[in-house]
């Protein structure tokens, strides 16, 4: 069972290691929303401390969904994923070992980019320590609820707007406590309490849906 | 060891088939023929837990195929319509990867010999992207020569896009199966000799 998921993740990270220029899209794209803000509403350093946890959380939601589209759909194109629903380990652990890799390749870069971007923003040291645990413990679920929309639209006539439809509103939740945890580091409140339930989150979307995710990937190839 | 009752599938508003009844023994090699839009693909997607039959039930050693699954799926060998070859990966990663999903996974030795067998020596180090048609499925049938101790084939339309003597190459493969006590069903237009066994038919679509 493990042995299966380690290979689903080694081939997916090898497969993002060949097509390095689809996982750098992404990134730039969270780059490039991220400094639009400061261009867009203007150098007052107090208003963009303000902003910043909202602007980059925001920032980084949208990047992430705009990975989803990788996540099944050249598999299903190509039919290994056919191949996968009959491997021989349960499909709840390959798409746990898919969204492992896929967090790696485009939720990990989003952490460790964040304090580059939480400079345009004037953002305290400590804020900024808290705001990348909080990524650390959101984009993981991020990763996982995304998982469910983008196994049901698979094959659906414009999926990639259809997914976003789905999930968006699913990541309400992530976003209030990832940027409510900035926000209180910011305002000296303690921020246990908001990576405490972001924690949480997590830990239910990685119990539940790798399976309803499974669930999806059999509906869609029958 | 395949027991098949009452297997109905529909598509859409369309019957495809109905009442479908068989049991496959080991050692037998059974075609699935009939028209473009008979219901070959499907039969054989309900066969191995794709899809879901409309009517009946498809029974491995017994049981359900749906409450055994991955117990069945190591004993399964599927080759689809799609090569599920990955572009980017070359033709041994290919095969290493759908081996290891299938639950053999090979060693080096293994894999190359498995693509020497369907002809590929020189292009196993080459990304799949650079192989013509025919080359992919090629790497996607390898698999079979490298598939271990599964009992069952199922293969769709397996000789399209080969050459004749990739053609004899995959007839050899599937009587190695039967002689081992494997059985295969496939797909094909064309009437397809293998040397050992008498061939089964079904027709489906009248």
Same mark, same amino acid.
């Given at each position: ?11 997916? !990270?090898? *497969?993002?290691?060949?097509?390095? $220029? &689809?996982? =750098?899209?992404?990134? +730039?794209?969270?780059?490039?929303? @991220? /400094? ?29 969904? !705009?990975? *989803?589209?990788?996540?099944?759909? $050249? &598999?299903? =194109?190509?039919?290994? +994923?056919?191949?996968?629903?009959? @491997? /021989? ?29 939480? !400079? ?20 993981? /679920? ?81 | ?206």
């Amino acid at each position: 069972m493990f042995r299966v998921m380690r290979v689903v993740i080694g081939r997916d !990270l090898l *497969l993002a290691m060949r097509r390095r $220029s &689809d996982v =750098a899209n992404a990134l +730039l794209f969270f780059i490039i929303v @991220a /400094s639009l803000f400061p261009l867009g509403v203007g150098p007052e350093p107090n208003l963009l401390r303000t902003i910043a946890p909202g602007v980059i959380w925001v920032a980084a939601l949208l990047a992430s969904m !705009l990975a *989803l589209g990788r996540m099944f759909a $050249s &598999d299903y =194109a190509d039919g290994t +994923l056919e191949q996968m629903l009959l @491997a /021989s380990a349960p499909l709840g652990w390959i798409v746990v070992g898919k969204a492992i890799a896929h967090w790696l390749v485009s939720g990990l870069p989003l952490v460790v980019l964040a304090p580059v971007l939480a !400079l345009q923003f004037d953002l305290a040291t400590d804020a900024l320590v808290v705001m990348m645990v909080s990524l650390v413990l959101g984009t993981p /679920s991020l990763t996982l609820i995304g998982a469910i929309g983008a196994a049901l639209t698979l094959g659906v006539r414009g999926s990639g707007v259809l997914t976003s439809l789905l999930v968006l509103p699913l990541y309400v939740p992530v976003l209030i406590m990832g940027t409510g945890a900035v926000d209180a580091a910011a305002g000296g409140v303690t921020v246990q309490a908001h990576l405490l339930l972001l924690a949480a989150f997590l830990v239910f979307a990685g119990a539940f849906a790798p399976w309803a995710a499974a669930a999806a990937l059999r509906i869609s190839l029958d | 060891m395949l027991e098949v009752s009452d297997l109905g599938c529909v598509r859409g508003e369309r019957t495809l088939f109905g009442g479908l009844e068989f049991t496959l023994e080991p050692g037998t090699l059974l075609r699935v023929a009939g028209r473009n839009g008979s219901g070959k693909t499907s039969l054989l997607r309900i066969l191995c837990g794709l899809a879901l039959p409309a009517r009946g039930e498809v029974r491995w050693r017994g049981e359900p195929i749906r409450a055994l699954r991955e117990e069945f799926h190591r004993q399964l060998v599927y080759i689809g319509h799609a090569p599920a070859v990955k572009d980017d990966l070359t033709a041994r990663e290919n095969l290493e990867i759908a081996c290891a999903l299938g639950g053999a996974p090979v060693d080096g030795g293994t894999a190359a010999s498995a693509l020497d067998r369907v002809g590929l020596r020189e292009h196993a180090g080459l990304p799949a992207r650079f192989l013509s048609q025919g080359q992919r499925r090629r790497v996607s049938l390898a698999r079979l020569a490298a598939a271990g101790d599964s009992r069952l084939w199922i293969l769709d339309e397996p000789f399209t896009a080969l050459d004749t003597i990739a053609i004899g190459v995959v007839q050899e493969m599937i009587a190695g199966h039967l002689d081992a006590g494997g059985a295969v069903i496939f797909t094909s237009h064309q009437e397809v000799a293998v040397a050992t066994v008498s061939v089964f038919t079904i027709e489906l679509g009248g």
